[in-house]
């Protein structure tokens, strides 16, 4: 292996750039040439990519967002799309390819596997922690502690004003990333797609809970599990008590990585460069059960069963 490409690709996460110093500094030790590709699969198509040097990474670990930017680019799944991706790694003459992101980046990778030989390996990093073959992506805790501290904040003047609160987490169409939020700010409810609710329900708890002597209801819903303005709306409705909305958003996915997220980021991004370095490729390096693994970037299923039934996990842990 002479030269081997790093991009990031999908929403960016905290602890990015932590893998790409990590990818970077692997493979620079072992002389292999390093190349960052900016803004994702449509910067590979126009060949935006420049050498990394192992100083060129000094001082990231510790920064939000990505030195490499990110996109999401749909048209790579296209034969439209994908036709100026060949041009182009003609010319880059790449050996191999790191993928930083989440299932979209990786079935990206398996297409450059498969249609143009290209030796990729995928590591995971998405705040929505949904990618089959991990434990955690990078990105899932710095984006739960960032929720923590705002549901903290927000507990605060809930307790003061005696209201209720309706949060919205983010996470796609899965509730881990709520899950979590929720169990570790002690909020009344959950609301997550994985499980149906009914608001009657949730607004006979909450009276209940007034009616023992609460002074706040704190509601975490998942961004997946329906609109916090309708939920808010409702709950306004039928309980005629003060009810705010607040939707945390884009800064759960900013902002400096926790130290689990750099170490993650790096044990990660160095087991991946490994792999390209043996010449085993195709697959996307994951941690299960605080061991480094492997799974096939091929054929991904949308979800595996884990974050269901840890989301399920967490919801019990709620009562
Ligand atoms: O996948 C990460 C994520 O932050 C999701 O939680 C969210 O639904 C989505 O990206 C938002 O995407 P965008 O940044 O394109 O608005």
Request: with cysteine; net charge positive.
């Amino acid at each position: 292996m002479k030269r081997i490409g790093v991009l990031t690709g999908g929403g960016d996460a905290a602890g990015m750039n932590a893998a790409i110093r990590s990818v970077v500094r692997t493979g620079w030790t072992a002389g292999v040439e390093m190349i960052g590709i900016q803004r994702g699969w449509l910067g590979l198509a126009e060949g935006d990519a420049a050498p990394l040097a192992s100083g060129s990474v000094s001082g990231i670990i510790q920064r939000g967002g990505t030195i490499l930017r990110t996109l999401r680019y749909p048209a790579f799944a296209t034969d439209e799309g994908t036709a100026p991706v060949a041009k182009s790694l003609k010319k880059l003459k790449l050996d191999g390819l790191v993928v930083i992101g989440g299932d979209g980046s990786f079935r990206g990778g398996d297409k450059l596997e498969r249609e143009f030989n290209l030796p990729v390996v995928g590591v995971p990093a998405t705040i929505d922690n949904d990618i089959p073959g991990t434990d955690i992506s990078i990105g899932f805790d710095t984006a739960l502690n960032i929720a923590i501290d705002a549901v903290d904040k927000i507990r605060d003047t809930a307790t003061s004003h005696g209201r209720i609160f309706v949060i919205e987490v983010m996470g796609r169409e899965y509730g881990l990333l709520a899950a979590h939020v929720a169990v570790a700010t002690g909020a009344e409810e959950a609301l997550l797609p994985e499980f149906p609710f009914d608001l009657d329900a949730v607004c006979r708890r909450i009276e209940a809970g007034y009616d023992r002597g609460k002074k706040h209801a704190l509601i975490i819903v998942a961004e997946g599990a329906g609109k916090a303005s309708y939920i808010t709306y409702e709950i306004k409705n039928r309980l005629q008590r003060q009810v705010r909305m607040v939707v945390l958003g884009h800064v759960q996915r900013g902002g400096s990585p926790s130290g689990y997220d750099r170490n993650l980021a790096s044990r990660l991004g160095y087991h991946a460069t490994e792999l390209l370095l043996q010449g085993k490729h195709g697959m996307m390096v994951g941690i299960q059960a605080n061991r480094l693994t492997t799974s096939a970037l091929r054929k991904r299923t949308k979800i595996s069963i884990a974050p269901v039934e840890r989301a399920a996990e967490l919801q019990r842990a709620l009562a």
